[in-house]
């Protein structure tokens, strides 16, 4: 290769990094456009994984994630209000998850996990057909686990119980 050449690729190579940040900053801008919180605070995400020093997209992904908190909580009343409590547990802890600070979330997620629990033991005492786990069940506490780790756990039991 030629000093040139590598040169050039040099440059190609190093220039890399700076263009996947602008891609996902453009796309997080996008979905700011849109709305769409939790796309812009996943781009946001991507963009401080590859420049974690700018002061710019640190703010931007706070912004995102406070207006993806306040989306979850707002959900998770509507669903609290037609008493699906499951999807409402789910968006208020969505909405602590991308917003520690909100304590109302944190209330009602408190509030909704201490009604499923009443819920649950009311429907596992009840005469007719109450709820119960089958004789071989395995029970996974989810409570402080990401999607993939969930997963690997139950791959984990399927692969002891085979």
């Known amino acids: 290769m030629t000093r040139r050449t590598t040169l050039v690729l040099l440059l190609i190579l190093g220039s890399l990094p700076g263009c996947q940040t602008y891609r996902h900053t453009r796309q997080a801008s ?9 796309a812009a605070v996943y781009h946001y995400l991507e963009a401080m994984s590859l420049d974690p020093t700018n002061p710019r997209l640190r703010m931007e992904l706070q912004r995102a994630r406070l207006k993806a ?3 979850h909580f707002r959900l998770g009343m509507r669903f609290r209000e037609v008493s699906d409590l499951r999807r409402a547990e ?5 909405a602590v998850q991308l917003d520690p600070t909100h304590q109302y979330a944190e209330v009602e997620l408190r509030k909704v996990r201490a009604e499923l629990e009443i819920r649950d033991r009311r429907d596992a005492g009840r005469e007719h ?6 004789e071989d069940a395995v029970s996974i506490d989810t409570t402080d686990l990401s999607p993939e780790e969930v997963v690997a756990r139950m791959l984990a039991v399927l692969e002891l119980k085979a």
């Open 90 to 94: 789910q968006e208020f802890a969505l």
């Open 129 to 134: 057909a109450p709820l119960k786990a089958a």
């Open 69 to 71: 908190g306040e989306e």
């Open 30 to 38: 996008e979905a700011v456009s849109l709305q769409n919180w939790d």
